[in-house]
């Protein structure tokens, strides 16, 4: 309401301005023809500074109002849009149309913004505009001909070119998202090692000077259109203008105005002529907002993750069945899993081993509601997965997965996070780090467990490759979850300590089903089931020693990583490799 206000001051501030100009200029001559009383003239003169003052202090606190009006409308929007994101699907997010529409919409709270600014200002324009209309057409009824004949061309250019920007930004919106993408490969710490030593520089430059040139002639070729056709309205208001004092020369020849009249009506057809060249340029841009706030619009009713009926509620996972399971990708023709059958009561230990692209992870994403499946497939406690409260479930779980996150806080906050609530229990967190190996390292930092990781940031620690996984599986400890879902979980660490913290989780997690993937057949020999996927299906399933009895998948694969766990000699150097790779790691 006070922005409303404030810019219908504004509004009117220009006939104010212009009726006191007719005023004064009409006096002064009065004054310098018939010697009258200057005093009329001087208060006139001050009434009219006095505006100028009033006009300014309106518009700067207009200005510190905007600001605030804008640190709301920002706030909301982006919490808005940070909500929706988090109850999307997971698999949207393996979409690349999603991140094209997300890109558009992330500057929404800008666009909003800008509409509310931009109506606003409209609504002081037009308040302008109307007021010297009635002025103008008081003097003469053909000054309104004249603004109607070239405003009407100008806001069809106007909006016509407003439609166009927007499909332009669509079309570009991909290739610009590849633009960055590009660009961040040459300046990202995590990749620039490979793009410095490789030699990859010239080219990613040349792939992104490539992607920019075709961004910018595209933009410059519609500017070019534009200006163009916006030419042809600045000559159009040039003729008008130029009619219009022609038209006033005439009223002021035929003694029907005055010399302050004739002034009055040059300036209000100049103020009506840029508001209405102003809000034609307004127009267009809320049109082509209002495209922008489309998107918004269907990005809000995007169909969000079924989070099943409340009754179903999770207190404690004791089984997991899965039955049939088949998974297949949209827009794919072959299933990534099918014909999955595993039982997952309390307190087992369940490993999962099979080659690249077998499928284990997919089996995870199904397993934790990640993935949508069909009813019956999985059910939990008896219950299908579908009819289970999706949030209760998934805080009975936690998972390492094998790209997991490394979050740039503090020591505390990494390994909190598994439980973000209890965040401040700093014995826990200390236990769930004893457990990886990693507290005495955390506890020798100079703030201890309050030491920020990672180096993005000033007075950060980088911890090489293995740290960061202890770390990360700390965070999975420290859930405190029925089911511990591990995925490549120490493939950073050598093999014997692999065995060593998988041994004891195992020891330590005697009520916690644990389920994980690996590639090292050493810490799967410690499972209560072995269960080996190739091809996205279940070719074996066992104990460690039916497994190896079967003469199987399994068994070549156990006997070709033997030497791993008995030669002791190899495992030094396995060793020594894995530490090279750490050291490389914190140099970067």
Not at 147 to 166: A, E, H, N, Q, S
Not at 426 to 442: E, S
Not at 484 to 495: Q, R, S
Request: glycine share 6%; net charge negative.
């Amino acid at each position: 309401m006070l922005s409303l206000t404030f810019r219908v001051l504004l509004g009117i501030l220009p006939l104010t301005s212009i009726w006191l100009t007719n005023l004064l200029v009409n006096e002064v001559v009065s004054v310098i023809q018939n010697q009258t009383d200057i005093r009329f003239a001087l208060y006139l003169l001050l009434g009219q500074l006095v505006l100028f003052g009033v006009g300014y202090l309106i518009g700067q606190v207009a200005k510190i109002n905007d600001q605030h009006l804008d640190n709301l409308v920002n706030f909301y929007m982006t919490h808005t849009l940070l909500k929706k994101v988090d109850r999307l699907p997971y698999l949207t997010f393996e979409n690349p149309i999603f991140y094209d529409k997300y890109q558009r919409v992330s500057n929404s709270s800008s666009n909003v913004m800008s509409i509310v600014q931009e109506v606003l200002s409209l609504g002081s324009s037009l308040i302008t505009i109307f007021s010297l209309i009635g002025y103008l057409f008081s003097i003469h009824w053909s000054f309104i001909v004249l603004l109607l004949i070239t405003t009407i061309p100008i806001l069809m250019i106007d909006v016509k070119f407003g439609g166009m920007r927007y499909q332009l930004l669509r079309f570009l919106t991909p290739m610009g998202r590849r633009e960055s993408y590009v660009s961040n490969l040459l300046n990202n710490k995590f990749t620039f090692k490979e793009v410095r030593l490789y030699g990859l520089a010239p080219f990613l430059i040349g792939e992104w000077a490539k992607l920019f040139r075709i961004n910018a002639s595209e933009q410059m070729n519609l500017m070019k259109r534009e200006v163009r056709w916006s030419s042809i309205g600045e000559v159009l208001l040039l003729i008008a203008y130029s009619a219009s004092g022609v038209i006033t020369l005439l009223l002021g020849m035929q003694g029907r105005i005055r010399v302050g009249d004739f002034i009055a009506v040059l300036q209000a057809m100049e103020n009506v002529q840029k508001g209405l060249s102003n809000s034609t340029s307004t127009i267009s841009r809320l049109y082509e907002k209002s495209l922008n706030i489309q998107d918004l619009k269907e990005f809000l009713q995007a169909e969000e993750q079924v989070v099943g009926k409340q009754e179903a509620q999770v207190q404690r996972i004791d089984s997991i069945v899965v039955d049939q399971l088949c998974f297949r990708y949209p827009n794919q023709e072959h299933a990534v899993i099918q014909d999955i059958d595993l039982h997952i009561t309390a307190g087992k230990k369940i490993a999962i081993v099979g080659e690249n692209g077998s499928g284990k992870t997919t089996l995870i994403k199904c397993l934790t509601g990640l993935y949508n499946t069909e009813p019956q497939m999985i059910q939990v406690n008896g219950e299908p997965l579908q009819v289970v409260d999706r949030r209760s479930y998934q805080d009975r779980i936690a998972v390492l997965f094998q790209d997991y996150a490394k979050y740039e806080f503090s020591a505390r906050y990494n390994i909190g996070f598994g439980r973000v609530e209890d965040v401040d229990n700093l014995v826990g967190i200390q236990h769930a780090a004893a457990q990886t190996n990693i507290h005495d390292y955390l506890d020798s930092l100079d703030e201890k467990y309050e030491s920020l990781l990672g180096r993005s940031f000033d007075g950060g620690n980088e911890l090489s490759l293995g740290q960061w996984q202890k770390v990360a599986l700390a965070r999975t400890v420290f859930r405190n979850s029925d089911l511990i879902i591990l995925d490549e979980p120490t493939a950073a660490l050598d093999p014997r300590s692999e065995v060593e913290i998988i041994d004891n989780l195992f020891r330590l997690a005697t009520n916690q089903s644990i389920l994980f993937i690996t590639h090292r057949l050493g810490a799967a020999s410690l499972a209560d089931e072995v269960v080996v996927m190739k091809n996205g299906r279940i070719v074996e399933q066992g104990t460690h020693a039916q497994l190896l009895t079967l003469d199987g998948e399994y068994a070549k694969l156990y006997n070709s990583q033997a030497k791993w766990y008995n030669n002791p000699q190899e495992t030094a150097q396995e060793q020594e490799s894995d530490h090279y790779e750490q050291e490389e790691e914190v140099l970067t």
